[in-house]
Nanobody, 117 residues
Framework: QAQLVESGGGSVQAGGSLRLSCVAA????????MSWYRQAPGKEREFVSG???????SYTDSVKGRFTISQDNAKNTLYLQMSILKPEDTAIYFC???????????WGQGTQVTVSS
């Protein structure tokens, strides 16, 4: 059964760093893009960063220069290195896979990131 499992969240002070990980397990044979989203309390889920199957990356403006997305294909793992964290980065961070093959379209369960001022 395909699933995404995130880890690496936690509580840090402003200016600190965290690295999130997302492992894709049990996937059928398919090509997919991977991305990170986040949802703050009382707000809609928003796109943070993505990497497509060709390795092209994208970021929302508010995290450019602070966050770096990467992946280890051998480990089926997606990473999000977050630096210079700000209180407004506080949210639940979700990993997502997007594919033209519907069984490969999944969300992870989320991992909490809390940044205190």
């Amino acid at each position: 059964q395909a699933q995404l499992v995130e880890s690496g969240g936690g509580s840090v002070q402003a200016g600190g760093s965290l690295r999130l990980s997302c492992v894709a397990a049990g996937y059928p044979r398919c090509r997919y893009d991977m991305s990170w989203y986040r949802q703050a309390p009382g707000k809609e889920r928003e796109f943070v960063s993505g990497i497509d199957s060709d390795g092209t990356t994208s970021y929302t403006d508010s995290v450019k220069g602070r966050f770096t997305i990467s992946q280890d294909n051998a480990k089926n793992t997606l990473y999000l290195q977050m630096s210079i964290l700000k209180p407004e980065d506080t949210a639940i961070y979700f990993c997502k896979t997007t594919s033209s093959y519907w069984p490969c379209n999944l969300w992870g369960q989320g991992t909490q990131v809390t940044v205190s001022s």
